[in-house]
Structure formats: C-alpha cells, structure tokens
C-alpha cells in the first residue's frame, strides 16, 4: 500500500492532517495488479465565544456561545446545549466540553464581574439651610460621581442656593452604575408688612411675616410669638 500525500508505505497509516484533507491509498497485489481508493478527513474546528458583555455588573446576565462541534456541556452548572446565559455573583471561568463522534474538545472563558456600587449622599449642614449658606454634598459608595444638575464631577460638591434644588448622583464603578437624590430646603427671605404703616397714636397695627406657620417668630421690641403680631405704639417704632 501507499498512501498520499506523505507517501507512506504500510496497510496503516498514522495521520495527523492540519485541515481537510482528501486521502489515497493504491494498494498492489503479489502478481503487480494495482486498485485505488479515497477517504476524506474532516477536520472538526471547534471555538468558544461569550456574547458581550464579558465584563458584567453583579445581576446582570451574559450567554456563552459554543460552535463546531455537535455536542457541548458547560461547568460549571452541568449545562449542555451550545448557548448557556450565565449570571455569576463574581468572576468566575467557564469550560465547555465539545465532541464530534470521538473527538473531544474543551475550551474555556472566563466572565469578570464587577460589584454594583451603592451610592449615598451626606449633606452638611442638615437641612434646613438658610439663603447665601454654603452646603456641602458628598458621595460614596462608588469609584468616580457625576452631579445633576451642574455638571459636576467629584464626590463632593459645594453650592450656595437662592432656592430650594434638588441634586442626583450617579456613581460609578467600572461600567457598574447606581444614583442617589439629595433635597437641599432652602429657607427664604422672610419679609414683614404691616396693616398700615402710619396709625394715629393709640391705634392698633397689625404685623405679619410672610414666612409658613411652622416656623418659630419672635418679635421685638414685645417679645411676641406667631407670624401675626398686634402693637400699639406710643411713638414710631421699628
């Protein structure tokens, strides 16, 4: 017998083709009479990719994706069929096993996880703070924080409000996202106006601030309480 390509001279012939290759063997009998035959050998190519991401969040979900060969079983979890959605609570490798009648092949991935951050916010001072009052925010639970609104970046923010606004973090770690809301209460200008600001000596007055009833008021000179005060003056007074 010879066998081609590699012309070996034997009834067996050990082979190791790095692709599809077609065989011949021409075999030759003890009176010099000579017969061929082929045989193709398929090589099986078989690969393993993961669906993106690679990188996911803690709770998120990727599939595994297994071609090539005719069967598969993924570990860990026993899985067996070509596509396998995972959702690992920390990084974790995954080997496929693969086989084409009795070849057997493995192939491995790994899928990283990154924790999901928790983010917070401390405010200083407590609410609530009055107009011009610088107030300090300040996130944690994350690697790197965008503010809304004003564009800030950093952990912490500084603002002076006119009003009351409020503000929403988003904190990062990798591509791991998470939010946090901050309501800063502004306490307004309080004004006063009187029901007349010229009474006749003897008269009553009546005066009143526009700030909410929950607020405490004291007024001076009288030593007053509430948000409605009655005087009666004996000269002009402020």
Not at 122 to 147: E, H, I, K, R
């Amino acid at each position: 017998y010879n066998w081609q390509p590699g012309n070996i001279n034997n009834a067996v012939a050990v082979l190791s083709p790095p692709a599809n290759t077609t065989y011949s063997v021409t075999g030759t009998n003890a009176f010099g009479c000579t017969n061929s035959a082929t045989i193709d050998v398929v090589m099986n190519n078989f690969t393993i990719t993961a669906g993106p991401p690679l990188s996911i969040c803690n709770g998120q979900t990727t599939t595994l994706t297994a071609n090539g060969t005719a069967s598969y079983t993924w570990m860990p979890g026993n899985f067996n069929g070509p596509n396998y959605a995972v959702s690992p609570s920390s990084s974790q490798n995954y080997t496929v096993i693969g086989s084409v009648g009795p070849c057997t092949f493995v192939a491995t991935q790994d899928v990283s996880v990154t924790p999901v951050p928790n983010v917070s916010i401390n405010m200083s001072p407590l609410q609530p703070v009055c107009v011009g009052d610088p107030v300090s925010l300040n996130a944690s639970g994350a690697t790197s924080y965008f503010w809304q609104p004003g564009n800030f970046s950093g952990s912490s923010v500084v603002v002076t409000l006119s009003s009351s606004q409020t503000y929403t973090v988003t904190g990062m770690i990798g591509n791991c996202s998470d939010q946090a809301v901050q309501s800063v209460i502004i306490i307004p200008p309080i004004n006063v106006a009187a029901s007349s600001a010229t009474v006749c000596k003897g008269n009553v007055a009546t005066l009143t601030t526009n700030g909410p009833s929950s607020y405490t008021y004291i007024w001076e000179p009288g030593g007053g309480s509430g948000n409605t005060f009655t005087v009666q003056p004996n000269q002009s007074t402020i």
